[in-house]
């Protein structure tokens, strides 16, 4: 009778782990949009009638974006970009982007999201990786840089500096380190008040497994544009010896 009793509580034991594995890792459907977010994108995201959007939504909404490119037989493709921008940056009543551009860099994808507004310029992100979309953005992390602070401290007494702003910001490179890791490099440019272009870049790596799983953002050095010359009689580059940026 002992016997029986001990086999039906391991029975009981091993039921129970079954089961809370199951729950624990649901098996998700084809319909599943978790599914879905597991679709890499390709060069059908890029949706090029941005002159569309304009003329039937004149406040540039995400609902009225999706609603007019689906009206217009856009690419789903372009339309699982959309959502999923809005989605990664929590901000259904700002201006919408239309995805302007796709590159394949191999492990991951480069794509434009583009304002509608030409002031307001386009934005990168790396899709396909892990997670699937990741939104180009400098952040605060150059302020915690002390090469960073005093370029910008000396660029704002100068008059020659308003902000580091992803929406200006610039693909470099992409770079493959002995680990097997790959970086993908993007310029941010110190955006001055009255004159263009900038001078001084930003520039920020994004990293990435051999397994196409985002590791996080690593600071390099800034550059020095060349094109900038002797701004109110100063030339900043013997101010600050930095390498040129690459145009």
């Known amino acids: ?4 009793k001990m086999n039906a509580k391991w029975c009981a034991i091993f039921c129970f782990a079954f089961w809370i594995s199951v729950v624990g890792n649901p098996v998700y ?3 599943h949009p ?6 890499r994108f ?12 304009g003329a039937h939504c004149p406040g540039m909404q995400y609902s009225c974006y999706i609603h007019v490119m689906k009206q217009y037989h856009a690419n789903p493709e372009a339309i699982r970009f959309v959502r999923m921008e809005v989605s990664l940056n929590h901000s259904k009543s700002a201006p919408a982007l239309y995805p302007a551009s796709f590159k394949n860099l191999g492990r991951v994808g480069l794509a434009s999201g583009c304002f509608m507004s030409a002031d307001l310029g386009c934005v990168w992100f790396l899709l396909n990786g892990r997670p699937m979309m990741i939104s180009i953005s400098p952040g605060k992390i150059f302020d915690r840089n002390p090469l960073y602070k005093k370029i910008s401290s000396y660029l704002r007494s100068e008059k020659l500096f308003a902000a580091v702003e992803s929406n200006r910001a610039s693909f470099e490179k992409k770079e493959k380190l002995s680990t097997g ?8 440019p110190f955006m ?4 263009c272009p900038s001078p001084y870049s930003a520039r920020l790596g994004y990293l990435f497994s051999k ?11 800034p550059c020095y ?22 145009p």
Not at 211 to 221: N, T, V
Request: net charge positive; charged share 20%.
């Open 192 to 195: 001055p008040f009255d004159c």
């Open 1 to 4: 009778m002992m016997s029986i």
């Open 29 to 31: 459907s084809s319909t």
């Open 225 to 246: 544009n060349s094109k900038f010359r002797n701004i109110q009689g100063k030339n900043l580059r013997n101010v600050f010896h930095l390498s040129s940026c690459q």
């Open 42 to 53: 390709d060069s059908r995201v890029v949706w090029n009638h941005p002159g569309i959007l």
């Open 181 to 188: 890791k790959q970086l993908y490099i993007f310029q941010f």
């Open 34 to 39: 978790q599914k879905q977010l597991e679709k």
């Open 211 to 221: 397994g196409r799983r985002f590791i996080g953002r690593k600071m390099l050095s």
